[in-house]
C-alpha cells in the first residue's frame, strides 16, 4: 500500500481541517503512522503511542488522524485517550483548591489528573482484562462525563493512543521552582506552595504513567510564546462546535485564554527543553504550527530485530552477601539462570579489586566489575573483541580509572589528622590486623581489603557532628565521601552511577544492535548514584540501617528480604516482568 496516496478527505470533513492538511500528513504523519503500524505487527502486542505537544499544537488532531489511518488502512483496533480524559472531576478539584491550594480548583497541572485510573485504564487494556470503562472529560463543562455515558471496551486492541501536554514531563530541581515564570505564580502562590506540590506529584506519580508508552512523539513549539495564540484558536474551534447553549458555560475569552495559560508555563518550558532528546519521532514547529524539520533522537525498542541485553550491577555487602556472614547461598539459583541466559552479572562495590577477584572465583564470575565505589573498571582482557579507549592494561584486565590514586586521599586525610587524632583509624593505620577487627575478615580476605588503590576507607570513632565536620572539611580539599554501611570511603569525584553509565556505553558499543537494560542493586547510601542512573533500580533491605535516600520513582523496587534472599527475590520480579517471555523464568525459589 502506497501511504503516499491514501485519501484522507472524509478525516478533514469530519474535524473541520483545511485541504492544507492532506499534504501535511502525507509529507510528515503518514509514514511515521506506517512505521507504527510495522511495529505493531511485529511486537504482536498491544502499544502504546504516547503523544506530547503544546496547547493547541496540534497533537489531538495527530493522534485522531493516527486513529483514522490505522483504522481504516491496516484494520487494526485503536483507542484513542487523552490525558485530558483522566482530570479529577470538577468536585474533585475543588476539594484539592479547598485543601490544599486555591489554584488546584483549575484543570491542567500535574496533581490535577486521577493518575491511578489513566494507569489502570491502559494496564487492562493491554492486558485484556475487559470490559474495560474509557472515562471521557467534557471541557465545555468543565467536568468528566457521566459514568454511564463511558465508552465500554470488550475486544482487543492493537494500538493506544494517548495524548497530553505534559506527557513525558520531567519534574524540576526544587531550587528551579523559587523563581516565578509569570504573575500568576509571583501573585497567586508566593510561598510556592502550589509549584511544589504540583512538582511532587509530577516526580511521584506520573513517570508510571509515562512507563506504559512505547512509541514518543512530540510536537515542539518554538517556545511557550506562541501557545497563548494557539489556544485561542483552539478555544474558538471548540466554541465553533457546541450549541448555542453550550457555549454560554464554560468557553473561554481571550482574557480568561491570557490567565489559563499561565497555570501551563512552567511545565511547557521546561518539557520543551527536556523532552526532544527522549521521544522517537520528534517534529519541530514554526509559529504558524507548520513543521520545519523531523528528527529521530532516540530509537524505538518495539523493533523485534532489536532484542534486549540486560545488565545486573550489583552492590556486594549487604546486597548480594549477606551483611553478617557474606554468604549468598539463596541468590545461587537465581545467579545460575542469569548465566545460563548470557545475562552478565557486574559487582560494583567498594572493595578492592583483589577482594572481588575471590568473590568472583565463589562465584564463578567471568564479567568486568567496579571497584571502590566507582573509582576504576576492572575488564578481563579480550572481554571485549577490542580494548576500549581510555583504558589501560594492568595484569589480566584492562582498567578504565576516575581518580587519582590511594596516596593522594591518604594525604588529604594526614592534613586532618592532627585535629581528630583519635576520633578515626584508617585502614593504614589499622593493618591487617585492625581490617580483622573491623571486619570479621579472616586474614587472606584482609589482607586483600588493605589492597586499596584509588581511595582510603575510614572507621569514624567519634561522635556524629564531628564526623560531618571531618566530611565538611575533606570535600573542601576535594575529596568525595562516601558513607557505606561501615565505614567512610575517602577518594576523588567518582561514583558508581559514573562507572555504571561508562561500562554499559562499553556494552553499547559492542552490540549496537541490541537494545540495553541496566538493573543497579544496592541496599545503602553509597549505591545512590548508580540506583539513579540504571534503567531499574532494586533497593535490598538492610537489617542494620534504612534505605537509602533515592530521588527516583519510576522503575523502583524494594525487596521484601534481606540481603541475597532479597536480591534473589527482586532480580526474579524485575526481569522477568519485563522480558515477558516463555524462554525465559527465573527461579522464584522459597519466598514464603
Request: aromatic fraction near 8%; charge should be negative; proline fraction near 5%.
Amino acid at each position: 500500500m502506497d501511504m503516499l496516496n491514501i485519501d484522507i478527505s472524509d478525516f478533514l470533513q469530519k474535524h473541520q481541517l483545511p485541504d492544507s492538511y492532506q499534504t501535511l500528513a502525507r509529507d510528515w504523519y503518514l509514514p511515521i503512522i506506517e512505521e507504527i503500524a510495522t511495529h505493531q505487527n511485529s511486537a504482536k502486542r498491544t502499544i502504546t503511542i504516547g503523544i506530547n505537544g503544546a496547547q493547541g499544537s496540534g497533537k489531538s488532531t495527530l493522534a485522531q488522524l493516527a486513529v483514522y489511518v490505522l483504522t481504516q488502512h491496516y484494520s487494526l483496533s485503536v483507542v484513542s485517550l487523552s490525558l485530558d480524559d483522566f482530570y479529577f472531576t470538577r468536585q474533585e478539584r475543588t476539594q484539592l483548591g479547598q485543601g490544599i491550594h486555591p489554584l488546584l480548583a483549575t484543570r491542567g497541572v500535574p496533581g490535577t489528573h486521577d493518575i491511578t485510573l489513566a494507569r489502570r485504564t491502559i494496564t487492562q487494556l493491554i492486558h485484556q482484562q475487559f470490559p474495560v470503562s474509557i472515562p471521557r472529560f467534557n471541557k465545555a463543562e468543565d467536568d468528566r462525563f457521566p459514568v454511564e455515558s463511558a465508552e465500554i471496551i470488550t475486544h482487543p486492541v492493537d494500538v493506544i493512543v494517548l495524548e497530553g501536554w505534559c506527557l513525558g514531563a520531567e519534574a524540576q530541581h526544587e531550587s528551579s521552582l523559587i523563581q516565578p515564570v509569570n504573575d500568576l505564580e509571583e501573585i497567586e502562590d508566593k510561598d510556592q506552595a502550589w509549584r511544589r506540590y504540583v512538582n511532587e506529584q509530577l516526580a511521584r506519580f506520573y513517570p508510571k504513567l509515562f512507563e506504559l508508552i512505547d512509541i514518543w512523539i512530540m510536537l515542539k513549539a518554538p517556545s511557550f510564546d506562541c501557545v497563548f495564540q494557539w489556544r485561542l484558536e483552539q478555544e474558538n474551534k471548540l466554541k465553533r462546535s457546541l450549541s448555542e447553549s453550550d457555549k454560554q458555560t464554560q468557553i473561554m475569552d481571550e482574557k480568561a485564554v491570557g490567565r489559563f495559560i499561565k497555570f501551563y508555563q512552567r511545565i511547557t518550558e521546561n518539557t520543551l527543553n527536556t523532552l526532544p532528546k527522549k521521544v522517537n519521532y520528534l517534529f519541530e514547529l514554526d509559529q504558524n504550527r507548520q513543521i520545519t524539520k523531523l528528527t529521530r533522537p532516540t530509537q524505538s525498542t518495539l523493533n523485534t530485530d532489536l532484542p534486549c541485553q540486560w545488565l545486573v550491577f550489583t552492590d556486594m555487602d549487604g546486597s548480594l552477601l549477606d551483611h553478617h556472614n557474606y554468604h549468598f547461598d539463596e541468590a545461587i539459583p537465581t545467579l545460575t539462570a542469569l548465566e545460563q541466559n548470557h545475562i552478565p552479572v557486574i559487582p560494583v562495590t567498594s572493595k578492592t579489586a583483589a577482594e572481588v577477584e575471590l568473590i568472583r572465583d565463589s562465584l564463578a564470575n567471568h564479567h568486568p566489575f567496579i571497584i571502590e565505589n566507582g573509582a576504576a573498571v576492572y575488564i578481563p582482557q579480550d572481554y571485549f573483541e577490542k580494548q576500549p579507549e581510555g583504558t589501560e592494561k594492568r595484569g589480566k584486565y584492562w582498567v578504565k580509572s576516575f581518580v587519582q590514586p590511594r596516596s593522594y586521599w591518604q594525604s588529604l586525610i594526614n592534613q586532618l589528622r592532627p585535629k581528630y587524632q583519635n576520633d578515626f583509624v584508617t585502614f593504614a593505620d589499622a593493618g591487617i590486623d585492625g581490617i580483622i577487627a573491623m571486619t570479621g575478615l579472616n586474614v587472606h580476605a584482609a589482607a586483600c581489603a588493605a589492597r586499596r588503590e584509588f581511595g582510603e576507607p575510614v572507621s569514624w570513632h567519634g561522635n556524629g557532628n564531628l564526623k560531618q565536620q571531618f566530611i565538611a572539611e575533606l570535600n573542601a580539599l576535594g575529596a568525595n565521601i562516601l558513607e557505606g554501611g561501615r565505614f567512610l570511603h575517602v577518594s576523588g569525584q567518582c561514583d558508581k552511577g559514573r562507572a555504571l553509565k561508562w561500562l554499559t556505553d562499553m556494552y553499547q558499543n559492542t552490540m549496537p544492535e541490541q537494545v540495553i537494560q541496566t538493573l543497579a542493586i544496592g541496599d545503602s547510601q553509597n549505591d545512590k548514584a548508580m540506583l539513579e542512573q540504571a534503567d531499574h533500580a532494586l533497593v535490598i533491605r538492610s537489617p542494620v540501617h534504612g534505605l537509602p535516600d533515592i530521588d527516583r520513582t519510576h522503575n523502583l523496587t524494594v525487596s521484601t528480604f534481606f540481603g541475597p534472599k532479597g536480591w534473589a527475590e527482586g532480580v526474579t520480579q524485575i526481569i522477568d516482568a519485563k522480558l515477558h517471555s516463555d524462554s525465559f523464568n527465573l527461579p522464584r525459589g522459597n519466598h514464603g
